[in-house]
């Protein structure tokens, strides 16, 4: 099943970021074939990543207009648990702009 990144801006508080996870894991309970993976948030530039498993971009998106889990863009990516010396997964992403784009 494809994994994305789903990308957002937020200010560094405790309460907003539980708001965010929060939503991520609603998104995930609303959404059909959509699961929530985990969320990064990295405070000194106030982004945070919420990682996903789904059938498709537009399955995610709809799931998290419906949980109102805002986001600049959704990014399939490709994660490998052990480094391949000399070669690199190929893959290829999808970039979907967020909400209005």
Do not use: C
Not at 20 to 31: N, T, V, W
């Amino acid at each position: 099943m494809p994994s994305y990144l789903v990308e957002s801006y937020l200010a560094n508080s405790e309460a907003a970021f539980d708001d965010a996870r929060r939503r991520a894991s609603r998104a995930a309970a609303l959404g059909s074939g959509v699961r929530y993976v985990r969320t990064t948030f990295v405070p000194e530039d106030q982004m945070i990543l919420h990682r996903f498993e789904a059938g498709s971009v537009e399955a995610l998106e709809g799931a998290g207009r419906l949980a109102a889990l805002p986001f600049e863009r959704i990014v399939e990516v490709v994660e490998a648990e052990e480094p391949l010396v000399g070669s690199r997964p190929s893959a290829r992403p999808t970039h979907r702009g967020g909400e209005g784009s």
